[in-house]
């Protein structure tokens, strides 16, 4: 078993650090997260949505996101998907982080498993405001 801070070794690259420069952290396990699916916000050119940023799901959030056409609370077997809910961990592309801060909705992330590339999108004093492990 992995356990929350220990790296995932599948499709990692040298560049699998966090946002705060150390090692990549793993999001969640249950429900199983990441582009790749190993429980971390990997990333790589094949994740053009950027799943990076680590987030502690909110149900305000899953309202959002099921308004803006992507409804992660609904369980979909044929996808092997059991839904979102409240406090479960999840790696969320980082644009769509971004419009939720706008749209007043952010959740709150855990930076020591949201991958560096995130900062593409955000700017860490922004992260660091969210921060569920601060």
Known sequence: MIASNEMVNENKSSTDCN???GKLGVCSMNPLTGF????CCSTGPEDAGSHTVCIVVTDEFLAF???QGND???PRADWGFGGLKEGDRWCLCAMRWLEAL????APNVVLGSTHIR???IIELSTLEEFAADA
């Open 118 to 120: 995130a900062l593409e």
């Open 19 to 21: 946002v705060l420069g």
């Open 72 to 74: 992660l609370s609904t």
């Open 65 to 67: 996101s099921k308004a």
């Open 36 to 39: 790749y699916r190993n429980g």
């Open 102 to 105: 706008i749209a007043g909705a």
